[in-house]
């Protein structure tokens, strides 16, 4: 069970995140861990600055899975 799990979330103006979802996945629990990290990064983000102002923005992440 090996494979990239494509995960998108929004990161607020404050930093937190938000909406995480899987977009591809390779199952095995490989899913579930990988939304686990992501959140487990809540209030650690910068978020997006526009003319200024903190902004909302939509990331998209790779995670990279290898069992041996």
Known sequence: ???KVLVSFVI????SVQD???ENGIGFG???EAVRIVKATDGRWKPGFQRG???RVTY???INFSMN
């Open 60 to 62: 998209n992440l790779p």
């Open 20 to 22: 995480v979802r899987v």
């Open 53 to 55: 102002r903190a902004v």
């Open 12 to 15: 607020n103006t404050d930093g």
């Open 1 to 3: 069970a090996q494979g």
């Open 30 to 32: 490989a899913d579930e």
